[in-house]
């Protein structure tokens, strides 16, 4: 069972892979152990993998929690929920397969002890690729096993797949915990991207969803700071549809927007949280920018692609945050033009610079500043998709009733676009936009331009 984001799922495929290698039989029937893969990444999301650890309890068979809940807590996860029978941190994962056996035998496997991930790396960059060789430092990178021999299995058959190209942070955003049990930035060689690219398009995957923690740092512990302006048109040249994610606005470069919005089969599609738009803000949670900064880089993409889809997170309730700070986002939103806006109220998280902020804000008033935004944001994404009506969209479809997503709409974030017309799964097609539904769009089919029976000859 997987919680969280994409990485997650990643990580899920590759533990399924090692487990089924082991000869472990994956099944939703009865299992005699469940492995639930956590998310530990704000309060919300604890609770959800706090629940599923129980509900897997309640059917009776053995329970493993891993994930990024497991990582960060560990034994004191274990202390306060025995119904877990292991908590297992990422360097746990290569093992797993003896771990579940211990289980099962009744053995009990001592729970991961937390610490800092990051000291577990160099700091200097260029010094971690040698440290992470195999056979060198031993620590789990969750998603990086693959190598020439693929290490997955896929848990469903959706024509698109989450790929990761990299793991951990070496940004110090005041908010976030996750450099703290994702470790160090540590980018998988290229070759590594590419075999594992390969396999899943030969499983059947149309698009491919680069995903890591910060994918814009890519290839600066390989040193080439601009690796993925290499390696971007690679994976075109693999599958129909590829699509880059979680963008660092700070690290964002022209020759990165170039290579997004001029290279074919690579979506013009930017995912930037932006977090706010208020200078002191974003000061304050160690960030850079302001809404001059991010409208003019907006400014370049549009002027490279005028409908690329941009999509970003914001919070609201950061500790010292003002009306003044509230109003300057509302102005920066309503001047942005999004996609899609996820906006989050501020939550104190164990072990970051924040928790330990003066001037935090009232809980009752974070909560009606994300209604006020959200509702906001609803409005100005709505806004965004009526002035796509008339646009023609390339849609991969997903489901049989003609239901998928344009190159601006990112899996299960950033709506849908329903084409009528003789469409199946799997196919990527050219719609015209006749109609929206808040941030969803309806379209009629133009023509197909890659059937789904077509799949690609992958060189
Ligand atoms: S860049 Fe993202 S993952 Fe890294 S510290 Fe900032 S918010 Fe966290």
């Known amino acids: 069972m997987t919680l969280g984001c994409a990485r997650n799922e990643v990580d899920s495929e590759e533990l399924a892979g090692r487990l089924e290698a082991a000869g472990w039989e994956l099944t939703d029937e009865a299992p005699d152990v469940v492995v639930v893969n956590t998310c530990g990444f704000v309060e919300s999301a604890k609770k959800d993998s706090i629940?599923?650890?129980?509900?897997?309890?309640?059917?009776?068979?053995?329970?493993?929690?891993?994930?990024?809940?497991?990582?960060r807590y560990g034994e004191e996860l274990a202390g306060q929920l025995p119904e877990a029978d292991a908590v297992l941190g990422f360097d746990s994962y290569a093992e797993m397969s003896t771990h579940l056996r211990s289980v099962l035998d009744g053995v009990a496997i001592p729970s991961h002890t937390p610490g800092?991930?990051?000291?577990?790396?160099?700091?200097?960059?260029?010094?971690?690729?040698?440290?992470?060789?195999?056979?060198?430092?031993?620590?789990?990178?969750?998603?990086?096993?693959?190598?020439?021999?693929?290490?997955?299995?896929?848990?469903?058959?959706?024509?698109?797949?989450?790929?990761?190209?990299?793991?951990?942070?070496?940004?110090?955003?005041?908010?976030?915990?996750?450099?703290?049990?994702?470790?160090?930035?540590?980018?998988?060689?290229?070759?590594?991207?590419?075999?594992?690219a390969r396999w899943l398009a030969e499983h059947g995957v149309r698009?491919?969803?680069?995903?890591?923690?910060?994918?814009?740092s890519y290839g600066k512990d390989l040193g080439d700071l601009q690796l993925l302006e290499t390696l971007l048109p690679e994976l075109a040249a693999i599958a129909p549809r590829v699509r880059l994610s979680y963008l660092q606005p700070a690290e964002m470069r022209p020759t990165l927007v170039d290579t997004l919005t001029r290279t074919p089969g690579v979506v013009p599609y930017f995912d930037m949280s932006f977090q706010h738009a208020s200078a002191t803000v974003l000061r304050r949670m160690r960030r850079f920018g302001d809404t001059a900064r991010f409208l003019d880089l907006l400014a370049q993409i549009r002027a490279a692609a005028p409908t690329a889809g941009v999509r970003s997170n914001v919070i609201v309730g950061f500790p010292g945050e003002t009306e003044a700070d509230v109003a300057e986002l509302e102005h920066f939103l309503t001047e942005a033009r999004l996609d899609a806006i996820g906006v989050f109220g501020y939550s104190d998280e164990d072990g970051t610079e924040?928790?330990?902020?003066?001037?935090?804000?009232?809980?009752?008033?974070?909560?009606?500043?994300?209604?006020?935004?959200?509702?906001?944001?609803?409005?100005?994404?709505?806004?965004?998709?009526?002035?796509?009506?008339?646009?023609?969209?390339?849609?991969?479809?997903?489901?049989?009733?003609?239901?998928?997503?344009?190159?601006?709409?990112?899996?299960?974030?950033?709506?849908?676009?329903?084409?009528?017309?003789d469409v199946r799964v799997g196919d990527i097609v050219r719609a015209v936009v006749v109609g929206t539904e808040g941030v969803d769009l309806l379209a009629d089919l133009v023509d197909i331009i890659l059937p789904a029976a077509l799949v690609p000859v992958v060189a």
């Open 207 to 216: 698009e491919l969803v680069l995903v890591s923690e910060n994918s814009t």
């Open 116 to 196: 800092d991930r990051r000291k577990l790396l160099p700091i200097s960059p260029v010094e971690r690729a040698a440290a992470v060789e195999p056979g060198t430092i031993d620590i789990g990178l969750p998603g990086h096993a693959g190598g020439p021999q693929v290490v997955r299995r896929r848990l469903d058959d959706s024509p698109v797949a989450p790929l990761k190209l990299a793991s951990g942070c070496d940004r110090r955003c005041a908010f976030c915990a996750i450099p703290s049990f994702r470790g160090a930035f540590v980018s998988r060689r290229p070759s590594d991207v590419l075999a594992e």
């Open 354 to 421: 924040a928790e330990g902020l003066p001037d935090k804000v009232d809980p009752d008033e974070v909560h009606r500043r994300v209604a006020r935004l959200t509702a906001l944001a609803e409005q100005l994404t709505a806004q965004r998709a009526d002035e796509r009506v008339g646009e023609v969209v390339e849609v991969l479809i997903e489901s049989t009733d003609g239901e998928g997503r344009a190159a601006h709409q990112a899996p299960d974030v950033d709506g849908t676009t329903l084409v009528s017309g």
């Open 51 to 71: 629940d599923t650890l129980l509900a897997a309890s309640d059917t009776g068979a053995k329970v493993v929690a891993v994930g990024c809940l497991a990582e």
